[in-house]
Each structure stands twice: as structure tokens, then as C-alpha cells.
T-cell receptor
Framework: NAGVTQTPKFRVLKTGQSMTLLCAQD?????MYWYRQDPGMGLRLIHY???????AKGEVPDGYNVSRLKKQNFLLGLESAAPSQTSVYFC????????????FGDGTRLSIL | AQKITQTQPGMFVQEKEAVTLDCTYD???????LFWYKQPSSGEMIFLIY??????QNATEGRYSLNFQKARKSANLVISASQLGDSAMYFC???????????????FGKGTKLSVKP
């Protein structure tokens, strides 16, 4: 049972390059989320999705786009990477009930030079 | 204003002793949930315990318990009989709204780094 799988685990980009982070979950969860974690800041929500074909902005959405074409996948895109986007990115998924925890992937460490 | 406040950036505890990690929250929603996650140095986020706003009893999960004081808006995590493997970052998080009333978004505190001394 894989749970939530993020690819890649590490990536180094140059400023201005683009890339896509992939999140896949095998728990049939409706809700999926992308967070970024910066030192001393905790986790901040970038975008989220409440079902296939839906996406919405979180607390820090600027510079990112997302897509949820399939229920099990949630993609996070950086169109033109900036050094300020250097961070650890976490994907999570959960059921719709409010007492259900979010299940997290292992994170992607992204460095923008 | 911060919705989740963890006032202890770092804490030390002796092995086998109990430790309390503080968390206060701010919400006007009568229906909410509080979660604690552990993040070891390897980086993954591990769910520990959940407390719902309408739960009458404090949540417990093994060595973890949640000291929920609703009137004070606090949800402190208590770890009993600390082990070396408990050394990690601990995050308190809140989800506002009940079923159908929220998108399940979690709001995280900035975390507390716990170090267990042998």
C-alpha cells in the first residue's frame, strides 16, 4: 500500500526553468493538497482540490499552477522558477470527513539557483 | 492573527519523562478539528492524534494524549515516557468546518522541535 507518492524527491532548477511535481495517491481520496515548507514557517497551503477536475487557491498560490485530471493524481507546476520557490514541497490527500487526517507524501526538495 | 500558535520553538526532555507541547488556536467556527503531526529528521509527516471540537473526552493514542481545553482554545500534546525516537519536529494543525462545510484545509503552526536526552 503506497499511500501518497511524490516524484521527484529532489530537483535542482535554474531560474526561469519550468517543471512539474507529480503526486499520486492510491487511497481513493477526494481531497488533495500541495504545501510548501520553509524554515521557521511551518507548512503553507499552495493549492488544493476537492475532486477530479477541480482546483482552488490556498494561502500562497502565486507562481504555481495545478491540475487534477484524474482522481488519483495532483500535479503542481512551476512555469518560471524563481529562487523564492526553493522549498520542500509536500503533497497530501484526505477523505472528505473532517475528522480524517491528511496523509502526506515524503516531500520533494526543490532548489532554484 | 495567527490561527495556530506554538510558543515553544524548541524543547528538551529527559528520556522516560513526560513532556507537554503547547498549542493554542483561534477560530470562530464552532466545528473544527485539531491534529498533531510528527516530522522526524528524515522529513516525512506522521499523523499522531486528532481531537474534534465536539468530542467530550480528550483523545489518546498510545503514549500520546491531547489535553484539550476548549474554553482556553488550547490543544496541548502530551507525550508520556519519552523515547529517543521521539526527537523530531511536532506540528499542531487545525481544520475548520465540519463535513461538507470545509475543503479539509489544514492550518499549521510553526512547530516545536523536541529533543530527547538519553
Amino acid at each position: 500500500n503506497a499511500g501518497v507518492t511524490q516524484t521527484p524527491k529532489f530537483r535542482v532548477l535554474k531560474t526561469g526553468q519550468s517543471m512539474t511535481l507529480l503526486c499520486a495517491q492510491d487511497m481513493n481520496h477526494e481531497y488533495m493538497y500541495w504545501y510548501r515548507q520553509d524554515p521557521g514557517m511551518g507548512l503553507r497551503l499552495i493549492h488544493y482540490s476537492v475532486g477530479e477536475g477541480t482546483t482552488a487557491k490556498g494561502e500562497v498560490p502565486d507562481g504555481y499552477n495545478v491540475s487534477r485530471l484524474k482522481k488519483q493524481n495532483f500535479l503542481l507546476g512551476l512555469e518560471s522558477a524563481a529562487p523564492s520557490q526553493t522549498s520542500v514541497y509536500f503533497c497530501a490527500s484526505s477523505q472528505t470527513w473532517s475528522n480524517q487526517p491528511q496523509h502526506f507524501g515524503d516531500g520533494t526538495r526543490l532548489s532554484i539557483l | 492573527a495567527q490561527k495556530i500558535t506554538q510558543t515553544q520553538p524548541g524543547m528538551f526532555v529527559q528520556e522516560k519523562e513526560a513532556v507537554t507541547l503547547d498549542c493554542t488556536y483561534d477560530t470562530s467556527d464552532p466545528s473544527y478539528g485539531l491534529f498533531w503531526y510528527k516530522q522526524p529528521s528524515s522529513g516525512e509527516m506522521i499523523f499522531l492524534i486528532y481531537q474534534g471540537s465536539y468530542d467530550q473526552q480528550n483523545a489518546t493514542e498510545g503514549r500520546y494524549s491531547l489535553n484539550f481545553q476548549k474554553a482556553r482554545k488550547s490543544a496541548n500534546l502530551v507525550i508520556s515516557a519519552s523515547q529517543l525516537g521521539d526527537s523530531a519536529m511536532y506540528f499542531c494543525a487545525m481544520r475548520e468546518g465540519g463535513y461538507g462545510g470545509s475543503q479539509g484545509n489544514l492550518i499549521f503552526g510553526k512547530g516545536t522541535k523536541l529533543s530527547v536526552k538519553p
